[in-house]
């Protein structure tokens, strides 16, 4: 027999002795102390799970773990950790970024927090920034050489950053295997698992370690010894002019990397991860210098040099690290630069240590990585350079250079390394989704002597040198070739803010000049937004910068922003003449491309899209932007014109009809001053819409009907608080606006732009409650997976089983690809075109390897049985539809209401404008969005969005969450009934909720 207890009422179990921690010592007693450990953690866990759910929330740690350390040791305690430390402990172990822990994951935070009190008792001011200090890491513990790590969006354990030489190397392991099992343990999805298999391992034993690896297969690792290497002779990093000689000096760089990565390699893994970078950089650096520096600079640093994005730095990417943050320190401290992003340019674009030495290989392109990090892509070309020469474009993926594949930068800047000047190497690239091998003679980087320099350190130098084209063109060769100090024929942002205050222009002239506005200049001749200039788009930016200084001591010009308006001309006046689409010249003919066009303008209802070439307009000839601007003085607003263009190899002329440009008055805009404003406009669509729409006119400052970067930036800072305004950074808001423009022209449209401030809202928000880790959070919630006009079409939505063993199609567009290829609602996806499709990721990875009017094979299972069909891929279209009857007024409702053609003609030009992804469909998201964009604040405020969930999911009777054209004819018939209703007060209760008659 035996005696069973059932404890009811709470889930846990109470702890009954809690160690003592009132010392150094005793601190360290339960981190060396697996049972005292162990309890620890189980009442940390308890205290942190208020909701008894068995999972810590992010949101709540901080303050529950502070209230438990005040109750276990006192306030003293709770004050030796700060509130920022605890978040960075909590996201080290939330590989997942799910806001959540289990407690298999605690044990890690426990620990991390232990070595924050001990720091804390030590009184070390420059662990302030550690949340590591894992004192069971110490010498002469077990250690495998490897790092384990989660991947997104997958599940179970990834080996990463096999120490070269180490026991996992020597075995066999690779990085990116999956661990199975270490020992007896069964790994599987846990990291908490591993961890605690890896704790009871002794020096020299043989431990084996399963994984998959094209199936099933068993490593036997000698369990090595951690060692502490002790780095000699390092220079000191106490004052500006020490970090200044690590920069010129080759062998310093080396040591110093060498010293802080043995101080920050805690665990002996062979890697570092951010928390250890901080922790080192602070041990090393004098306090002084740190001033200057902020963890999140340090975070910005680690992301950028961590080539292939693992999350780790090995000691090669460590140097890249080191020689980043005395830069940053330094120029800084100077006044030079402003932001750290500045000297993560020069990062990711390959100028990292001491400058390339004259003499040294150059193929004579600047490259970045691609998003998969599978190989490069060439961002600029240097004139008359090798690649240049040899063929090279910008846009092309590079493959391999001299047969070594270039999958990141990092393995790309040691394959240049390794060439000779004057050999010739072969260049595979993709360009327009050709294979292309091309012949490419490495040229050697060289420094150019410039004669007949004028003087330049007078306001008097600076106005004769406007006023003589070649003494103009003599300083621009000088400074350029000053600029260009890794010899690679383009000049980065960085580059051209150091030349022009260290050789352009004299100290006592360019105390009024800052960073920004030489930022602002440099952007607005970067026309390709490549971050370089070539030698040709060199002379103007020089020729501002002269006319910025003049201008600002003679009083005639306050900003660079004065100077680029008075260089573009002054802003088109309301009723000018405008064609609703902006345009670059082309690099390889005179002619316009296309680079956007205003929604619902004249050059969208006319036809013209993004990537059209533009010949000739009313009869004139379009070679570049400046003959545009003069054309479009000469129209008139009604003028009906023709456009010759090229769409693909075709000329093509089409007729538009001249518009007007209008600033629009936008009635309803919620206040935007405080916190509470913004949280507010985040909780109601309409509000956002509305707030969208007052920025966005703002913004808009030509009427064009597009917003560059330019535009929203200035609106942003001029009509936000200081106070909110200063929490997001302009680095933060050109990756806003970036990723939001998914097709690159550097140009918002109305619904982008409203993307946009709904993630610079989020942004605001999210740093005054301390509840998101970057600006890479808001990207996932505004984004997610953007599509434009043109790219493949499957005609069908789906979604995940629980199996993962294929998607479930759950709905399909009439006429789509899928539909004329037979597949029906309920069918099983188990391949498409050869790529198997167990998940969504899988399907939108097999979206990036299939062209539109491919024919590809899908394998699907239907009932018992398979089936293999052919499916003819589509491509995502926006139609163009015409005579839709107004719907501003009730008048219009009536109207609509009662002649059905009226009705079915708002619902095909309200469904064409919501189908946002092109896909034939309508979810919930699309649906309330475009709902709100389309009626007029006066009708918009008579629905709520619960109204409009509830009236699409009656309408969806499958329950497949998203409705095709068919569907949406009774759902606008509804949702105008339920409006008159509302209007004229008849038994309005909820809307469609309060009716219970069925959608016919």
């Not at 219009?892 to 992804?917: G, T, W, Y």
């Amino acid at each position: 027999y035996k005696t069973v207890l059932f404890i009811t009422g709470k889930r846990y179990a109470p702890i009954p002795h809690l160690p003592s921690m009132q010392t150094v010592e005793d601190l360290e007693s339960i981190l060396n102390d697996v049972y005292k450990k162990l309890v620890v953690t189980e009442a940390a866990f308890q205290a942190v799970d208020q909701s008894n759910v068995w999972m810590a929330d992010r949101l709540l740690f901080p303050t529950l773990i502070r209230e438990w350390l005040i109750q276990w040791g006192g306030q003293w305690l709770s004050d030796l950790v700060k509130e920022t430390e605890l978040i960075m402990l909590f996201d080290k172990f939330d590989v997942e970024k799910s806001g959540y822990l289990s407690q298999g994951d605690f044990s890690g935070v426990v620990e991390g927090l232990l070595g924050c009190l001990i720091h804390g008792m030590h009184a070390a001011a420059t662990a302030a920034g550690s949340v590591m200090g894992l004192s069971t890491k110490g010498q002469g513990k077990p250690w495998i050489g490897f790092q384990a790590m989660k991947v997104k969006n997958k599940r179970g354990v990834y080996a990463a950053d096999v120490v070269e030489g180490g026991p996992a190397d020597t075995a066999g392991l690779r990085d990116g295997d999956e661990i199975v099992s270490v020992g007896d343990t069964e790994v599987a999805d846990s990291m908490g698992a591993f961890r605690n298999s890896i704790r009871l391992l002794v020096v020299g034993q043989v431990c084996r370690v399963g994984v998959l690896r094209d199936g099933h297969r068993f490593f036997d690792i000698v369990v090595g010894e951690r060692k502490k290497k002790q780095i000699t002779n390092v220079p000191p990093m106490s004052t500006i002019s020490d970090l200044e000689a690590i920069l010129n000096d080759q062998w310093k760089l080396e040591v110093a990397s060498a010293a802080l990565f043995a101080e920050g390699d805690e665990d002996f893994s062979g890697s570092l991860d951010p928390q250890e970078l901080r922790y080192a950089v602070r041990q090393w650096f004098h306090p002084e210098l740190m001033q200057f520096l902020r963890d999140s600079d340090i975070d910005y640093l680690f992301e950028v040099v961590d080539a292939d994005s693992g999350g780790l730095l090995n000691r090669h990417e460590m140097q890249n690290a080191v020689w980043g943050i005395c830069k940053f320190i330094v120029e800084f401290s100077k006044g030079a630069i402003s932001d750290v992003s500045a000297i993560g340019a020069q990062l990711s674009g390959g100028s990292v240590g001491p400058p390339p030495l004259e003499g040294s290989p150059w193929i004579g392109f600047e490259a970045r990585n691609t998003k998969d990090r599978q190989s490069i892509t060439v961002v600029e070309c240097a004139a008359e350079g090798p690649a240049d020469r040899a063929g090279v474009n910008s846009g092309d993926e590079i493959i391999s250079v001299n047969n070594h594949n270039t999958i990141n930068m990092l393995t790309y800047r040691e394959i240049v390394k390794s060439l000779e000047p004057g050999h010739t190497v072969k260049v595979v690239l993709k360009s327009d989704n050709e294979t292309k091998v091309l012949d490419l003679v490495v040229g050697a980087r060289k420094r150019k002597k410039i004669t007949n320099v004028p003087p330049h350190e007078t306001i008097a130098d600076l106005e004769a040198i406007l006023a003589d084209t070649f003494k103009l063109e003599r300083l621009t060769a000088h400074v350029f070739n000053e600029a260009d100090d890794d010899f690679s024929g383009l000049v980065d942002a960085a580059e051209f803010r150091q030349v022009v205050r260290q050789e352009m222009i004299a100290p006592e002239l360019r105390r009024a000049m800052s960073d920004n506005d030489m930022d602002l200049l440099f952007r607005f001749y970067d026309a390709d937004r490549s971050g370089y200039l070539r030698k040709a788009e060199f002379q103007p930016v020089v020729e501002a910068v002269l006319r910025l200084t003049v201008g600002i001591a003679n009083g005639t010009i306050t900003s660079a922003n004065a100077l680029i308006e008075l260089i573009k001309g002054a802003p088109p006046l309301p009723g000018t003449p405008w064609l609703g689409f902006a345009c670059k010249n082309s690099t390889e003919r005179e002619v316009l491309v296309v680079m956007d066009v205003a929604e619902g303008g004249p050059g969208d209802n006319a036809g013209i899209l993004p990537g059209h070439e533009i010949i000739s307009i009313a009869e004139q000839p379009t070679p570049n932007v400046e003959h545009f601007r003069d054309l479009l003085g000469s129209l008139q607003v009604g003028q009906l014109i023709r456009v010759v263009l090229l769409r693909g190899a075709h000329t093509e002329t089409v007729e538009l009809v001249v518009g007007e440009r209008k600033k629009k008055e936008i009635p309803n805009a919620p206040k935007m001053n405080t916190v509470q404003d913004i949280q507010a406009i985040l909780a109601d669509s309409f509000k956002l819409e509305r707030a969208a729409a007052a920025l966005f006119a703002d913004a808009d400052s030509d009427f064009s009907g597009l917003v560059d970067m330019r535009e929203f930036s200035k609106c942003l800072r001029e009509l936000l608080p200081s106070d909110l305004s200063r929490m997001v950074r302009d680095s933060e808001l050109e990756k806003l606006f970036t990723r939001v423009d998914v097709d690159g022209s550097g140009y918002l449209s109305k619904k982008e732009f409203k993307q946009v401030v709904e993630g610079v809202f989020r942004l605001i928000v999210g740093v005054a409650t301390k509840t998101i880790r970057s600006v890479d959070d808001i990207l996932e919630v505004i984004c997610g997976d953007i599509v434009v006009a043109g790219s493949p079409w499957l005609g069908f939505e789906s979604k995940n089983q629980a199996s993962q063993a294929a998607i479930v199609v759950t709905d399909v567009a009439e006429q789509g690809p899928a539909d004329k290829a037979g597949i029906f609602r309920g069918d099983e996806i188990i391949s498409i075109a050869g790529l198997k499709t167990a998940s969504l990721l899988d399907l939108r990875n097999v979206l990036k390897h299939v062209e539109a009017k491919q024919v590809v094979k899908v394998v699907l299972s239907r009932g018992n049985s398979s089936q293999i069909l052919e499916l003819t891929v589509g491509e995502r279209r926006k139609k163009t539809i015409t005579n839709v009857p107004p719907m501003k007024t009730v008048a219009d409702l009536e109207l609509i209401l009662r002649d059905p053609n009226k009705l079915e003609q708002v619902a095909a030009a309200f469904f064409n404008d919501a189908d946002s992804d092109f896909s034939g469909l309508i979810d919930q998201v699309e649906f309330v969005s475009a709902m709100r964009e389309w009626l007029v604040p006066e009708l918009s405020k008579m629905i709520s969005d619960k109204d409009l969930v509830t009236a699409f999911n009656k309408v969806d009777a499958d329950g497949s969450g998203a409705l095709t054209k068919q569907e949406f004819i009774p759902l606008m018939e509804r949702l105008i009934t339920v409006l008159l209703q509302h209007h004229y007060g008849q038994s309005y209760s909820g809307g469609l909720m309060a009716d219970s008659a069925p959608c016919t």
